[in-house]
């Protein structure tokens, strides 16, 4: 099914994962970009906010209302977590929506409560379709649950191992994440003078809303529970996070075993890419695109598995995952305005 | 013993280790700075090659010799790893040097050919009096080796766990470091276009030079071997590493013991300070200083311990290390020159 | 006349304006990418110097000859300045050559030799269509040297007030400039560490080579001699320029008549916009894109006109504008292949 | 007159101007810290805000009354402008009053109106003692208003050509800088996602409240109204200021007399530096210090002469220069408790 002139509208466009959506929307040749939402810059002109977004620097942000979104094929929901399922409910069925927030992501209501505190909205079909049997629940899909940026890149980089059984069920990520991650929120650490030259950490000791998605995810690849220890550190730059994933390998399980197994879960995928050995992933090759960078290497004396993987956090990280969902809730081609060329330098 | 006009002679004072060490000891009461020493940039003013330090900008490069060094009542090496051994054997005994390099901070002769490929020169008192028992060896010593910048930090936060028992002998250290820790070297990885905006690994796989250097540290205190994986990341911003340490909690160990296991480890110490609960820590905080801020957390779901820690590579991390140590070797109050205030914002 | 299937080589391909032509390249729906040269690298993979083009990952680098390059129907030379002349005459007259470099965009022997040093290899074609009565030049050339990064924004936000006669013929330009614009050349003081948190002037005083650049440019304008006085900056980023120009008002000028002119001057170009009074441009507004935004204001207190501009320096500054020639160059839409539209946060 | 013990509070403590104070006040060896006052952060432990400031982490913000801050001999206003002058007539006559802010800056009451929009509180003796006729002023004084950051540099690097004669009386400067010259205040455009990679212009067109005061520093100097055209950049960096300053010459005027003039200028001078011919200012090698480094050209073609000065704006742009004043207000040797040390890498 190839449809043209689908409408597409996008609520929160005055953010980063609003305008990120938009960027890759006016490159994208089957859509038309319908309304543009906010709620306290509604009235204002988007290239006020967003002046990148040069062709669309005369629209005017309307409010987020059912009233406004109605009418479209498609809605993106770039909105602060908690809020999309109230919106959502109100939306036609046979809409498709595609939430950028955590609403619908976690299967577990428990989990839910514990990390964000409010009661469980449900889940709809999790948007990373590199993840095996993945995909298929978001062809033709209505509702999809876009992952959030860190999960992305954690959960891809141990993907294959933990699918192949290769390292036992006690896993360590450690990322470095740009700013953007953190959003357009007005806060005095995330100001350029406090970021620019400094590295911090946050969220440490397992209270970081992502862990329970990437222990979601690894869990149902390793079809037992996985421990996840989640630790993610601020970094200087805008764009991109690192993720490094340590665990230790099974008995007998070797550097080779551990090169198929990653060469062969994405020999496939258009977006995942194996770097070649001794070559490493950074962020700026990704910057921009909807392509992850990985790589793995077996430490012998450590007998530890440590795979890296380098990602955009607004492109595949949130906005382009989100494009590539539609692409496949709606039949195009997965790929379709979609770019694996980083910006770089 | 209390000496005046301590005669300092800096070798390699062209890079960015010596450098530092210059910025300090010109704030340091009780030395006169000697011999500035360097290799291809011999003859040129300082003022060229490191304008920030003023008060030098006239002093001239000399040639890195036996010659120009002797008669000094220190000497600062601040050279390539290797070069130490030869140049250090020819100057006289009752001379105290200090070593930034790595050429004397590994005991086992093996893990150092294994790292550094060549023959191992013999190990020095190790220059981080914080680890337990580890002062006492410093004080009056007249050779000394200043740890390596990512083993100082990771080293510290891990070392109140280890020494108290309180976690598994298999530990997870990331870190992620300025870009001075890798030299003033020419290469393209290094230059700004590459660097900013941007986040990568390197050395991954239990490689990295430091490795060996983390694991003795850790092993002496736990008296055991204790397994370190080791994976570094290059961040965007020229000074500071953030590491963090994460190993699997021994058997009904309490958060509360671990609180008071770090608080008490360094409750002597007027460089390595424990933030308050809840306060993580941030490279900025550190930048300049020779204080190293630490933080840790249990985190019950994983049943893990992580903690953090953040030091400026070039100050606790090497030259400040090294002003310390000097300081225990001539009997100078320990802090004397020295800072815990960072340079923020 | 439309082409498919045009051939493209890039001479110069592993460095940075090689890899953003190639970036803009395979985004160009009209053509094939050929030969790919370089000098000291020819035989590596492109992949492990460019890893953000993925898609062109496994291309070999091939030696920058007359025989690699012939045989294609657009050669875009993107090597150091002074080598492009020599290569060009053995190429095939009817091949399109779009240099990247200097060396024929100087029309004034004199002035070539008194900044380059060398002598003069002529002129062509001025590639920056955006200038009154320089399109139609372009349109079917086949030799076309692209203007320096510089000379475009600081020509472009002073075209409008040069040519209506509004401003003295004696301007001030003061640009800054992110490190790309030196190129990969290993230099200490493009290190990243020296970089980062780091705003320098270099080239001060006249002597930085394109000045004579946009004084041909404004003089051209201007029917008459124009004074510029050109200092330049390096700013802590990879890409991007902001350029101010300052000059004198001539008798009587209003606020009005200014604002009438940028806005004519620039009425019908796609890639220069003028923004809405009271916003001001920024660098990012135009990161990967080929957008010029620009700004101008009446200073009636210091009776000054004050413009300015943003690019980026490898887009419209260099690759950008090298593809825009192309386009004019064979008759494409001028827009193809490229874009307004920014890479933000 | 020496004294010990002097009693300082500062007012402000929270932002960066009052911790860039409290940075160098505990360095300074003359002065015991007092009362640390703040408005919203009131209550607070210093160490949450400040957390570089580790020698004062425990101390608590007292809330900015008139109660708190008497009682000591040298008081620090590090306020938002506008909000001295009603505090500073509450405190007793005899105690020295540093004031950062703007509020007794400007003689004319006439340019305070047009710039703040609020009425004149008057003027005080002016913080830049490296002007000629400045220092004696500040010797004894109780009152002294510190001099802005841009003024600062902008007033020094152009100070000995507008006193010799050197050159027209009408100047054009811009000037770059680092993003803590705006503040801690939460604006949307000061986030590091936002600034990180950007370079912006702002305050252009003689809108700048800082227009004014380079104005009188430099009609002051040359004995009749000098115009300034000022426009000012936010460049991706905390700290810093480079600020370039170009004017016509006189008839006549040689280049040897432009050296002379600079070289004669601040000869005497200890925070001044004029760099070997050749050398051009870079902001890192002044970030923390007390210095300003200055470098003059004169370029023929344009028959202009071109000063480039860098500066650190909260060091000598804002608290240096406040504690130099204290040193000249109590007697204290004027560099007492500051470094034309820089940190860098």
Redesign the interface.
Known sequence: MRMTGTRVAVAGASG?AG?ELL?LL??HPEVEIGALTANSNAGE?L??L??????LADRILEPTTVEVLSGHDVVFLALPHGTSAALAEQLPEQMVIVDCGADFRLKDAEAWTTFYGTEHAGSWPYGLPELPDHRAALQGATRIAVPGCYPTVSSLILAPAVAAGLIEP?V?V?A?S???G?G?A???N?????????????G???VHRH?PEITQNLSALAGEPV???F?P?L??????I?A?G?A?LKPGVTADQVQQAYAAAFADEQFV?V??QG???????????N?V?L?V????????L?A?G?VDNLTKGTAGAAVQCMNLALGFPEQTGL???????
């Open positions: 980063y305008g960027r006016l490159a002109r290239g006020a967003q002046p990148h977004l040069l062709p006690d360590v450690v470095a740009g700013t953007s953190a357009k007005l806060k005095a995330l100001l350029g003078s406090e970021v620019m030259g400094n590295t911090s950490a946050y440490v000791g397992g862990t421990t996840v220890s630790t550190m970094v200087p730059m805008s764009r991109g690192l490094t340590t230790t890419h770097l070649p070559q490493w992933p950074q962020t700026k090759s990704v910057v921009g695109s392509a960078h790589q290497a077996v430490d012998e004396a450590a007998n530890k440590v890296v380098a770019s694996t060329i980083g910006l770089a330098p």
